[in-house]
């Protein structure tokens, strides 16, 4: 049972995931607040994690409780202040830990097969190994976004 495929998948994760945790260190407090893109810097952080949930699910299994009410991660509504580092790392390790246990459940022959939850979802195929393609993907996009506001801000990025 080779694992290999699956490791180089988690591994782009992992990067990804190190590079957000990275981000929220090196970030000030006046850019985590500011919107840059249309929503604030640490709305658009927080959407790519809690939308880990929507790719990973099993049909038919409850959205899962995170740190905000649903409509927050959707940029349906923006709380004030912006969200406190410390609880927003909680529940990043809370994401990382869904990750992994997913990871962890794939071998390579698995990576081929259909995400029946995602796949309703989205009203399309996905296999596993798409899905934790566009997990990183979705982190990387969104982090891309918040890099940019450091920059922006004459501040050095996370990459």
């Known amino acids: 049972m080779s694992r290999t495929a699956v490791a180089g998948l988690q591994g782009n994760f992992e990067h990804v995931f190190g ?8 970030c000030p407090d006046a850019i985590w607040g500011k919107k840059f893109g249309s929503w604030p810097v640490w709305q658009q952080l927080y959407h ?14 409850p959205q899962a409780k995170a740190l905000y ?8 509504e923006t709380p004030a202040p912006p969200a406190d580092k410390a609880a927003f790392r909680t529940f990043a390790a809370g994401v990382k830990k869904v990750v992994d ?5 794939l071998t390579d022959a ?3 097969e259909i995400n029946a939850g ?33 920059r922006e801000n004459g501040l050095k990025g996370v990459f």
């Open 19 to 26: 590079l957000a945790m990275q981000y929220i260190d090196v």
């Open 48 to 61: 790519s994690l809690s939308s880990v949930d929507f790719f990973l699910r099993p049909e038919g299994v």
């Open 69 to 76: 009410e649903p409509a927050v991660g959707d940029f349906k």
């Open 101 to 105: 246990e997913y990871c962890t459940s």
């Open 110 to 112: 698995k990576l081929g």
């Open 118 to 150: 995602l796949s309703k979802r989205f009203g399309r195929d996905f296999t596993h190994a798409a899905t934790l393609s566009l997990i990183s993907g979705h982190i990387f996009y969104h982090l891309g976004s918040c890099d940019a506001a450091l």
